[in-house]
């Protein structure tokens, strides 16, 4: 069993930036490739990006391109998701969860899943 915890969420001003680190507990955890979603209020659930095991590939969300940052830590067991400019529609309760490939993420959304967190919330206010 994956557990994955998210942390870095806060409140940020417009046009600010925050790291979100996604820690896994399992060994071997390196095997899993990991996507990023977000939720927000009155809104469905959606992909933001995907990282492969190896962190040779990566996608994003048209909305996120050129801001969000996927990368990954192995020795560590943590993805980070280094979010810059962000804008009051990146408000959103922020998960990350396991696969066992970006193409599982990419072709099957959250119902490719396989281990999620709990999320951490990500609110873009002045």
């Known amino acids: 069993q994956l557990q994955l915890v998210e942390t870095g969420g806060g409140l940020v001003q417009p046009g600010g930036s925050l790291r979100l680190s996604c820690a896994s507990s399992?060994?071997?955890?390196?095997?899993?490739?990991i996507g990023w979603f977000r939720q927000a209020p009155g809104k469905e659930r959606e992909g933001v990006s995907c990282?492969?095991?190896?962190?040779?590939?990566?996608n994003y969300a048209e909305s996120v391109k050129g801001r969000f940052t996927i990368s990954r830590d192995n020795a560590k067991n943590t993805v980070y998701l280094q979010m810059n400019s962000l804008k009051p529609e990146d408000t959103a309760v922020y998960y990350c969860a396991a696969t066992g490939s970006c193409w599982r993420y990419s072709d099957r959304g959250e119902d490719g899943m396989d281990y999620w967190g709990k999320g951490t919330l990500v609110t873009v206010s002045s």
């Open positions: 399992a060994i071997a955890s390196d095997y899993y490739a």
């Open positions: 990282i492969s095991s190896s962190g040779g590939i990566t």
